[in-house]
């Protein structure tokens, strides 16, 4: 995630299930111009938290730029996801 603006930012991580159910939520803050890069796990501060299922969602309180990078636990396969606006 990366604030290209002069000022702070919050932005909130959710994790849902694929059924849509709310599975974890995080607050970062982002101070101006700041970049922040993060395993999911980190962000939600519990190392042993995995998703291989379901979505997530990032909203912010300023317009923020962002990519996610989805990978497996082994190391087998690592991509790009586009986001998508609603």
């Not at 159910?21 to 995080?26: E, G, I, N, P, Q």
């Not at 962000?43 to 300023?62: E, K, Q």
């Amino acid at each position: 995630m990366m604030n290209d603006l002069d000022r702070r930012v919050e932005v909130i991580v959710e994790v849902f299930t694929p059924d849509g159910v709310l599975d974890c939520s995080a607050t970062v803050p982002l101070e101006a111009y700041q970049q922040h890069n993060a395993l999911l796990s980190q962000v939600f501060s519990d190392p042993a938290y995995t998703r291989l299922d379901g979505y997530m969602r990032i909203r912010a309180t300023d317009p923020i730029s962002a990519i996610v990078l989805y990978g497996d636990s082994t190391n087998q396969f690592l991509s790009s996801v586009p986001g998508v606006s609603r």
